[in-house]
């Protein structure tokens, strides 16, 4: 299904810069190829140039440099409504003066389709996103999350191969957001379409994508599986920006192939796995989740360094227990333990000491 | 639900038993009492400066007591007399010694007035028989008539009998150019006198065609405006609203320096040698310049509105219609344009219902083609003196914009206007 090759890509930017100033570039250098059948998801801060490019997809704004391709075909002069490309929108655009039923049949009439294959057509998008009984009403009338449907629908109704969609939850409570994530990743397996997710949300971006592109300052930072993403970033920024995360800065001390050493500010040693730092010396930022921090002496990895940590404060969420502790002079430090049968609560104060398995502390780039 | 219906039915009452309304009613009835307090100053000055001018501009169509006040006698004579009865010695007399204490009061000429607006020329029958009239001798139907052979005609007596009555709906006839004949049947003025349904005409058709060009001219200037980034869209708004900023007058003047004969667009035209001296266009006293300066000064009333109506439209709209397969054309047909329509509905309704009404500027330089309804109810007010008449033409006026609205409402909603 992942295709990275540009040659037998669905989509490809290849070297594609755009400027809107002539002074700044907003995207530097930016080549993706996604596969036919591939979710895909550009995720990033705002301003990362990750909206700017799904516009340069759908032709609402042109590259300054380099080429696009859609199927193998440059579609750099090609106007928005020749490239067939299906679109969902941030505030949904719903047209407010055209029923629901107008809406969907708009694609399919502005394509000189017949009436009795338009009415189909649209009441199989409508069941599609179980909403068949709204067709008369307006876009007004209806919930957030209704329109939501009903734009997801107007986006699919013309068989596109390709659907884009900007952002399409932002608007929705968190509920009602993650049921919707689960649906639209539903519609992509069963329609087998192409689908470029922009969003800012990380929790969004892992759950329904089969790769994520995390943009920022108009480059990939990484393009990889959610996986290897949160478990194996490439770099600080990446992270930092997915999910929580523990940052201890230090000092390569030791490297030897995929292990190494690192001595803290305060001159504890620990374990990690080097990701972008090459030689003994160099300044690091360590990369720990709070899941993967522990505490109790009988469950820590064999041969692994430990450090000593102080509880500032425990904090009950239900399904899990977090806890910041001061490690190596910073009280940022968070460990998230689940909360099974049996499970310790720290107390404020006590003193405990806290290690890990290599594989799980990430020494990076010092941002 | 099921509850909330329940409880309507029967009456709500709060926790020390008095009915929940008067209680809402009771809490609420300082801050009701405050508001009003608060707008009783504008409602006040609504009243006195617009309500009742209004009203009495109504009741001086149907109401000119200007001859039923000053002759009373013959009024009387007409009211026990039907119509169609000869005048005898009886209607004589009234009329005598109406004309002898009008005469002594001075305001016989004032009836002779109301009696000229039916019949011209007859005005200087009555001044000169106010005059003469306690010198005559019974009988005096025959010493009247031997005055002035006038006095005598069956229309002269028509015309009496309708003005006797201080209430008349003939203003109104008057005003589209109908007039009753001396056995009171209505007819059509003769074709030389036919002054107001051609105005009317006038009017309607070019206000309508100053705010299709508003629309024209005005349509693409708000959506620029709506579309500029912050710091262009300004400094547009400002030269769009630069007209508000000066006189009506100054700009009314500047397109006569502009469009006159020997003014700035002419000379230039003959100057680039595009027309030649002897051809220099008739742009003013006429009915173009009329149009060229109401659309001008009337152009921001058109902008405004469809401005406070784009500027909320997002751009996504038409950029979802255009990722959906349609061109541009029709993205901004089907997608953008109905969208617009409260916008062109207010905007269309302003400059029109402005237009209509309009005085000063078709005054300066419309010359006599381009004068305007507003212009002849200014005529009637300031020089004939007939305000009857005028206020008839005014309430024909109110009475079609009053239809206008009434058709905006049931074609677009009038809920839907949008003034900005």
Redesign the interface.
Known sequence: MVSSSPNDAFVAFEHVQKSYDGVQLVVKDLNLAIGKGEFLTMLGPSGSGKTTCLMML???ETATNGQIKLDGVNINEV?????????V???Y?L???MTVGENLA??LE??GMGKSERDAKVTRALDMVQMGAFANRRPAQLSGGQQQRIALA??LV?DPGLV?MDEPLGALDKQLREHMQYEIKHLHETLGITVVYVTHDQGEALTMSDRVAVFNDGRIQQLASPSDLYERPDNSFVAQFIGENNKLPGVIESINGDSCTVRLATGEVINATPVNVSEKGAKTLVSIRPERVEFKPEMMPAGAHTIDAEVMEFIYMGDLFRTRLKVAGSDEFVIKSRNTLGQRMLRPGEKIKIGWAPQDARALDPM | MADLAADQGELLKTSDGRPLKEALAQAQSKAKWRAFMLVLPLLSFILITFAWPIAQVLHQSVYNPRFSENMPQIGEWFRTHPNGTEPDEAAYTALVNDLVSAGAARTVAVAGERVNYEMPGTRSLFTKAGRDAKKLEPPFKDSLVALDKDWGSPELWGVMRRVSSAYTGDFYLAAIDLERDANGAIRQVPENERVYVNLFVRTFVLSAAITVICLIIGFPVAFLLSSLPMRYSSLLMIMVLLPFWTSLLVRTTAWMVLLQSQGVINSILVWTGIISDDQRLVMINNLMGSVIAMTHILLPFMILPLFSVMKPI?P??V??????????W??FR??YL??TIPGIGAGGLLVFILSVGYYITPALVGGASGQLISNLIAFHVTKSNNWSLAAALATILLASILLLYWLYDKLVGIDKLKLG
């Open positions: 759908a032709g609402f106007p928005p409504h020749k490239r067939g490309i299906g679109m929108f941030q505030n655009a047209f407010p003066h708009f694609p502005v394509r107007r986006a013309f884009l | 997002p996504s709209y950029r979802a219609a255009r990722s959906l397969g349609a061109t541009s029709t993205a089907r997608v109905p969208q």
